[in-house]
């Protein structure tokens, strides 16, 4: 029973919240301050990041008696200033689902049957020895930075194989190869504060209010405080965003390559690019051609000059983008204006619209290349940025490197420097790392789900804090078809059942968020630490301890990769007086900071691209610091806002303005390229004739494993369904939740429909949310992907709408 | 006990926003507060999640209210958190077929 004061502090806060909810047209609400803990409350407040989205907001949580009990947002945080959203406020409810996974469960003979760990860490041991080449990790951007390079590690260096992946293969991939593409170097040269000092912000297929809510609020509280800030929504469905844009322009599916060179043409035939500005720091590329006409030609390019580039450009008036992208030509005017106008701060966001995308590496650079050719760049509120939407998809998958063609601090297993110095790090023998990359997600499973006599090589998959069961595009040929193949092993370590459980072989119960020490990397370069806070529930395990144990238990079993060339285990650690602590021994895994030991090995990569890393005291001190971190004279350390620029980054040359370090071009330049429009691969047709677009809602963070266990979230949004557009559901003589079923060339799913509700596409289009794992759109979708991130589309495929009688 | 902070979206019809504020204000499990033209702040106080949850469910229903969002839950033992019902293996299960 709750406490008189209790109950009247709850209530007082709840009446807060909801007030300044309804009274405030965005999605985020702040909670009373407390400015000191009430004398004698049993409550003990900690720091984290939040274990959802990859705004990467603070939260304080409070424990008592071992549990999570309470959750305010944290007011010392610069992400989010004590704001929350309503997931990020329901974020402790995620860790008490009434089915945790509490022990290892082992398939024997069709059955689930508890095993000890042992047992459990003994299997997967065996497993990879027998077939070391056979296996993959297969990762997230949920893992935390630790545990991300830990299997980096046992993959690349002690199984001498880059057979590791990573669910923002899936999310972000092509971010990266259009950061790299552009600047020679990956993430997001500006930060969040461009949101405060920008005069417009334009959403490029961006649902930002309701997938990033607290960074949306920050420029809508603009606006209430009298501040003019301009949002345009370019967007192929009509969402909350739109709701709160001055300018909704709806686009067909690739028209956003239009577009963006649309704005190119009207800057050159304006006059008004930055041609100062293009002539000091920009080079012109375009695509070569290659050899075999079913690759793509590689991301080098071959050089072009600007009037090559103006010719390129030039068929992309305002009335052939209109033709493409279904944008009127005015508006697309009016955007050539916009970005001609050097006096206004632009900054462009993007996120799953730009990346789910098999021209995705393309529609990246053209958006780079207009922010550059415009001069709207390296100053506060003038940038490109790239959105996150998992927790660490920045900080451990493209950071630390766990992607099969990475290697952490950015560097690349193509490139022998690279290797050479990974294997200085690692203090491995020379040509330990190979040189063959590994398989990215999609050919992953894809290789998996075929039989071994088949050229199925990968027989054995380690999937840790992800789902690939509902993520996967065209599950069907791509997850499902393990059912049948009797030499395959799945070992899944999560804390829920989910669908990828529901296949496994093994499954290993983790501990979650609080429950272990942790770091994450968010979506503005901020790399942020928390601290244990509670015991994980049953005989649950932090997901990096498990890697180190299977790693030792190889070791015991003889494989000479798990130690490095001078014969010490690749994960040995030693306590502050040299001693060996064993921490391949769960009941010791404790004794030290493991996470800071991995971490400050870490460490030693991140100079290489100058994406220099703390030593991670400096975290556990702060709200999180952005790299580069640079330490001054006075010992403190100096994280970066804008790279590149002179005024905040200590690597840019005095007097160079803007310094592009890593250009591609090696002349500190970076790249402004010409990529075409092109049509999606597949297209509507008269047997499928509406477009299918895939996506997220506000209550639910991804495949719902953790939100649809919280009883609010999941009230307020229960189910899937999907959009339709009033028109074509009334020419197809359906009405609002009428069951319909989804149905493409791949598979078929059975939905409810519905009509004028959160959000409404354009007539030809539908789209269904990917939360509900009892509707899995993604036996639907299509694996087609960008040929240079290897990243599919979720947003574009073919499909039929059937009514069911 | 569970207590919500929850943000009700009234019709855009006066006679049926006016009947749910109406409905709102004279239900004992809820506290009404300010109004901001079609939104409306309350909390929700009810002694276990089923009741919540049936509570819930009434407000979704109620004519006059379009839309509901949560802005806060308190975290309180007694609230015991509802699985909503998923197809995942359970211990002693075979494997889906």
């Not at chain 1, 709840?14 to 300044?20: G, K, R, S």
Request: aromatic share 8%; hydrophobic share 40%.
């Amino acid at each position: 029973m709750l406490t008189v004061d209790r109950r009247e502090f709850i209530r007082a806060s709840a009446m807060a919240a909801a007030t300044l909810a309804a009274s405030r047209t965005s999605r985020a609400v702040s909670l009373p301050i407390l400015e000191e803990q009430p004398e004698g409350s049993p409550l003990k407040w900690q720091k984290a990041p939040c274990r959802f989205c990859g705004t990467g907001c603070h939260v304080m949580v409070g424990t008592e008696n071992g549990k999570v009990v309470a959750i305010q947002g944290d007011q010392k945080a610069e992400v989010n200033k004590g704001l929350l959203c309503v997931k990020g406020y329901h974020v402790g409810l995620a860790l008490y689902g009434k089915d945790r996974l509490t022990r290892p469960l082992l398939r024997k003979n069709g059955v689930l049957t508890p095993i000890s760990w042992d047992e459990a860490i003994k299997t997967i041991a065996a497993r990879i020895a027998a077939n070391p080449k056979g296996f993959s990790f297969y990762g997230s951007g949920q893992w935390t930075i630790p545990e991300g390079y830990a299997a980096n590690k046992f993959v690349k260096a002690g199984l001498g194989t880059n057979l590791v992946d990573a669910n923002p293969r899936l999310c972000m991939a092509s971010a990266v190869t259009g950061f790299l593409s552009t600047f020679g170097v990956d993430e997001p040269p500006g930060v969040y504060d461009d949101l405060d000092k920008c005069d417009v912000a334009i959403m490029w297929g961006n649902n930002m209010a309701e997938m990033h809510p607290v960074l949306f609020s920050r420029l809508v509280d603009r606006r209430t405080r009298g501040e003019k800030i301009t949002i345009i929504d370019m967007t192929t469905r009509r969402t909350r965003t739109s709701d709160l844009a001055d300018h909704v322009l709806f686009f067909k599916p690739h028209g956003d390559l239009a577009i963006a060179n649309g704005i190119a043409h009207l800057l050159i035939k304006n006059g008004n690019f930055d041609r100062d500005f293009v002539a000091k720091h920009c080079n012109f590329r375009q695509l070569g051609t290659s050899e075999d006409p079913k690759a793509a030609p590689d991301m080098l390019g071959v050089p072009m000059t600007l009037d090559e580039f103006a010719k390129a450009v030039e068929p992309y008036t305002p009335e052939k983008v209109q033709e493409l992208s279904g944008v009127p030509a005015e508006k697309i005017r009016m955007l050539g204006d916009l970005f001609g106008r050097r006096e206004l701060r632009v900054n462009s966001l993007w996120c799953m619209g730009f990346n789910q995308h098999t021209r995705g590496t393309a529609i990246n650079c053209i958006v780079h290349g207009i922010h550059l050719l415009s001069g709207h760049f390296g100053k506060p509120g003038d940038a490109a940025t790239s959105l996150t939407g998992q927790p660490s998809a920045c900080g451990t998958a493209r950071e630390a490197g766990t992607l099969c063609h990475m290697l952490p601090g950015g560097l690349a297993i193509a490139n022998p420097e690279h290797r050479k110095h990974a294997e200085e790090v690692w203090n491995l023998a020379d040509g330990r790392i190979s040189p063959k990359i590994g398989y990215h997600a999609v050919e992953l499973f894809k290789r998996f789900n075929t039989p071994t006599d088949q050229g199925g090589d990968i027989t054995t998959v380690w999937v840790q804090v992800t789902n690939p069961g509902q993520t996967i595009p065209n599950l069907q040929r791509n997850f499902l078809k393990k059912k049948g193949l009797a030499d395959k092993f799945l070992i899944v370590s999560d804390v829920y059942p989910t669908a990828t459980t529901e296949l496994a072989d093994l499954i290993l119960p983790s501990a979650m968020w609080v429950e272990k020490n942790g770091m994450f990397g968010n979506s503005e370069r901020r790399t942020q630490q928390w601290f244990k806070m509670i015991d994980p529930p049953g005989e649950a395990r932090d997901d990096a301890w498990q890697t180190i144990a299977v790693s030792h238990a190889l070791l015991e079993m003889g494989e000479a990769g798990m130690k490095d060339k001078s014969g010490k285990w690749l994960f040995h650690t030693a306590d502050a007086n040299g001693k060996e602590v064993p921490i391949w021994d769960w009941n010791h895994y404790y004794d030290v900071n493991v996470d800071e030991r991995l971490f400050n090995e870490y460490r030693a990569f991140s100079r290489f691209k100058h994406k220099d890393l703390a030593p991670y005291q400096e975290y556990v001190k702060s709200r999180g610091l952005r790299w580069p971190v640079i330490q001054q004279a006075d010992g403190t350390w100096r994280e970066t806002r804008w790279r590149f620029a002179e005024s905040d980054d200590p690597y840019v040359a005095k007097g160079a303005g803007f310094q592009f370090y890593h250009s591609v071009t090696k002349d500190d330049k970076a790249l402004i390229w010409f990529r075409p429009h092109e049509h999606p691969p597949e297209m509507p047709d008269d047997q499928f004739p509406f477009w299918l677009c895939t996506g997220r809602v506000l209550e639910h963070w991804h495949t719902g494993t953790m939100t649809r266990r919280i009883p609010q979230l999941h009230r307020a949004m229960p189910k899937a369904y999907v959009e339709m557009n009033r028109a074509d559901a009334t020419s197809l003589g359906i009405r609002n939740g009428d069951l319909v079923t989804v149905k493409s060339r791949r598979g078929e799913i059975d939905l409810p429909v519905w009509i004028g509700g959160r959000g409404d596409p354009q007539p030809g289009s539908v789209f269904v949310p990917f939360f509900d794992e009892t509707k899995l759109i993604n036996l639907v979708t299509l694996d087609e992907y960008d040929p240079y991130s290897k990243q599919p589309d979720y947003k574009k495929c073919a499909v039929a709408i059937i009514r069911k009688a | 006990m569970s207590i919500s902070g929850l943000v009700v979206t009234l019709s855009e019809d006066p006679g049926t926003s006016e009947l749910a504020v109406t409905l709102l204000t004279s239900d004992r499990r809820l506290s009404v507060g300010e109004r901001f033209g079609r939104r409306i702040a309350v909390i929700a106080e009810t002694p276990s999640a089923e009741a919540d949850r049936s509570l819930w469910d009434e407000l979704c229903a109620m004519p006059g209210v379009e839309f509901i969002d949560v802005a806060y839950v308190g975290l309180d033992d007694q609230a015991a958190p509802h699985s909503p019902p998923l197809a995942t293996p359970k211990e002693g299960t075979h494997a889906h077929s």
